[in-house]
C-alpha cells in the first residue's frame, strides 16, 4: 500500500469471510483509478471471489494481474456482463461513466459497486434511483474514507454507543497530493471528473450524514478555486462548503489537492465531530510530526479523555454487510438512499460553487 500515493491507495485488513468460496463472485470492470484495487481487496477479504477482469487498456489489466493472480482477463465487457456467474461489477472507471456503466449492470441482472464519485450529474442520480427501484438491485459506492478507515469506523461505533451525546456539528478536511505527472488527462477536467466538490467531496459529505445520523441535508454554500494549476485552467485544487442536516446537525468541510511533499502520506485527512456531551477528533492517515502511523482517534467527554490507536484493530465490516445485502436483498451496510442522497448533495454543493478568481486563473486567462 502506497502511503504517498492517493490514486493507489489500497488498504489491506483481515480476512473475515461472510461467505464460503464460490458463494459471491464479482468481476472488475474499468481500471482507470487505483481505487478499485482497495475495492477489490475488501470484497476478498470478506470471502467475495474474483473472477474476472475487463479493461481496454490491456496494461492496465496486467497491472491487475499481477495484484490479483489468477483473476482471468475477459474479451470484453459484453463478455462480463453476459456471464450468468458474474453476481456482481466493481468499477473504478472514468467518473462520468460510472452512471451509465451502473444501469448495463443492473439491466443485465448483476449487482453494482462503483468508486466514488458514482455520479458527475443530477440526471445519473435520478437514472439510477430508477433502476434500483425496477430491479431491487444493490448499487454500492465505495466511500473509502468512511468505509475504509479503522478510526473513522471505531467513530461511528462510538457515537452510536452515545460516547459523545447527540452530534451537533462536523467538520472534515480531505486534502490530497496531487502528482500531477501521474494522472491521465481526465483527472483536470471538471466534465469527466465531476469537479473537487463532487468528487473528493462526496467523502466529506457521506461521513457527515452517517455522523450526525441525518437523512437529508442542505448545502448553503460552497466555493471553488485553482490556485496551483495555471496549466490546467479548468481544474479546481481547493473547495468548501456548509451544510445543515435536517436533524439540525451543521457541517463545514475543505477539501483540495494541495498537499506538500514533506508530509509523510498523500493527505492528512481529518474530522472533527461535537457532540452535546462530548467531542471526537480522527487523524485518519497520520498524526503529523508524532507518529507515522495511521488511524488515530482522540476522544474527549464527560468521563474521560482518551487516545485511541486503532490501526489493525477494527477492521471494515462495510464489505462482508455489503455482501450480504446483495444476497439477502437487506440494506445493512449501507441504505440505498443514504449512498444516492450522498452523491446527489456533492453534485449540488459542485453546482452552487462559487468560483473564486485567482491568480492561476488569471495566468490561464493570459492576463
Known amino acids: 500500500m502506497n502511503k504517498q500515493d492517493g490514486m493507489n491507495y489500497a488498504p489491506i485488513g483481515k480476512s473475515d469471510h461472510v461467505v464460503n468460496r464460490g458463494d459471491f463472485t464479482f468481476a472488475a470492470v474499468g481500471l482507470d483509478h487505483g481505487h478499485i484495487y482497495g475495492m477489490c481487496n475488501g470484497l476478498i477479504e470478506a470471502g467475495a471471489e474474483l473472477v474476472a477482469v475487463y479493461d481496454p487498456d490491456p496494461e492496465k489489466v496486467t497491472a491487475f494481474q499481477q495484484k490479483f493472480p489468477g483473476v482471468k482477463a475477459a474479451s470484453s465487457k459484453q463478455a462480463v456482463l453476459d456471464n450468468p456467474e458474474i453476481q456482481l461489477v466493481a468499477s473504478a472507471n472514468i467518473p ?11 439491466d443485465h441482472g448483476k449487482h453494482y459497486f462503483t468508486d466514488k464519485p458514482a455520479f458527475t450529474t443530477l440526471e ?3 437514472a439510477a434511483r430508477r433502476k434500483t427501484a425496477e430491479t431491487g ?3 454500492g459506492i465505495y466511500y473509502s474514507e468512511r468505509l475504509h478507515v479503522e478510526s473513522a469506523v471505531y467513530a461511528g461505533h462510538l457515537i452510536e454507543q452515545g460516547a459523545i451525546g447527540k452530534v451537533v456539528q462536523v467538520i472534515g478536511t480531505g486534502p490530497h497530493r496531487a502528482n500531477p505527472d501521474s494522472r491521465p488527462d481526465w483527472f483536470f477536467d471538471p466534465e469527466r471528473f465531476g469537479g473537487i466538490l463532487c468528487d473528493i467531496g462526496s467523502h466529506q459529505i457521506e461521513q457527515f450524514l452517517h455522523f450526525a445520523g441525518a437523512e437529508d441535508a442542505k448545502v448553503l454554500h460552497s466555493k471553488v478555486a485553482n490556485y496551483s494549476f495555471p496549466e490546467h485552467p479548468k481544474f479546481q485544487d481547493f473547495g468548501d462548503a456548509t451544510l445543515v442536516a435536517d436533524n439540525g446537525a451543521t457541517f463545514y468541510f475543505r477539501v483540495d489537492w494541495l498537499t506538500p ?3 509523510g502520506t498523500w493527505g492528512d485527512g481529518r474530522v472533527f465531530i461535537l457532540g ?4 471526537i477528533e480522527i487523524r485518519k492517515y497520520i498524526d503529523i ?6 488511524d488515530h482517534l482522540y ?3 464527560q468521563g474521560e479523555e482518551k487516545h485511541f490507536e486503532l490501526n489493525g484493530k477494527v ?3 462495510f464489505f462482508g454487510a455489503f455482501i450480504l445485502d446483495c444476497l439477502n436483498g437487506t440494506e445493512k451496510a449501507m441504505t440505498q438512499e443514504h449512498a444516492f442522497k450522498a452523491a446527489e448533495l456533492c453534485i449540488e454543493a459542485q453546482k452552487k460553487a462559487m468560483h473564486i478568481h485567482t491568480d492561476a486563473a488569471k495566468q490561464a486567462a493570459g492576463k
Do not use: C, I, M
Open 124 to 126: 445519473q442520480v435520478k
Open 96 to 106: 462520468a461513466d460510472r452512471g451509465p456503466l451502473g444501469l448495463e449492470v443492473l
Open 315 to 317: 477492521g471494515f465490516p
Open 289 to 294: 510530526a508524532r507518529d507515522a502511523t495511521s
Open 137 to 139: 438491485l444493490r448499487w
Open 299 to 301: 476522544l474527549v467527554n
Open 261 to 263: 511533499d514533506g508530509l
Open 276 to 279: 452535546t456531551e462530548g467531542y
